[in-house]
Nanobody, 123 residues
Framework: QVQLVESGGGLVQAGGSLRLSCAAS????????VGWFRQAPGKEREFVAT????????SYADSVKGRFTISRDNAKNTVSLQMNSLKPEDTAAYYC????????????????WGQGTQVAVSS
């Protein structure tokens, strides 16, 4: 099992940057792929980015490609999401999630979820 805790959310002006972190418990974190998802008020939770167990492979939603970067440090059991050039439409609760072995863009394939961290981007 793995437990996830997100941090780093906040309020930022459009064009600004934030760095979200996902801290994981468990000795086998390196066997888990991790994804970031977000949910805006009144909308369904959607995929943002995902990273493979080793960190060698990543995938991004088209809406964030070129602006967001996902990375991980298995020695520290953390996954980060660097968000640049933020837009008001990026406002949402951001969740990290984990599943063993293979990374995925499908939220239903993730077994473990954090509680979320709120990001608000003002225009």
């Amino acid at each position: 099992q793995v437990q996830l805790v997100e941090s780093g959310g906040g309020l930022v002006q459009a064009g600004g940057s934030l760095r979200l972190s996902c801290a994981a418990s468990g000795r086998t974190f390196s066997t888990y792929a991790v994804g970031w998802f977000r949910q805006a008020p009144g909308k369904e939770r959607e995929f943002v980015a995902t990273i493979s167990m080793s960190g060698g492979r990543t995938s991004y939603a088209d809406s964030v490609k070129g602006r967001f970067t996902i990375s991980r440090d298995n020695a520290k059991n953390t996954v980060s999401l660097q968000m640049n050039s933020l837009k008001p439409e990026d406002t949402a609760a951001y969740y990290c999630a984990a599943r063993q072995y293979y990374y995925s863009e499908r939220l239903e394939e993730y077994n473990y979820w954090g509680q979320g961290t709120q990001v608000a981007v003002s225009s």
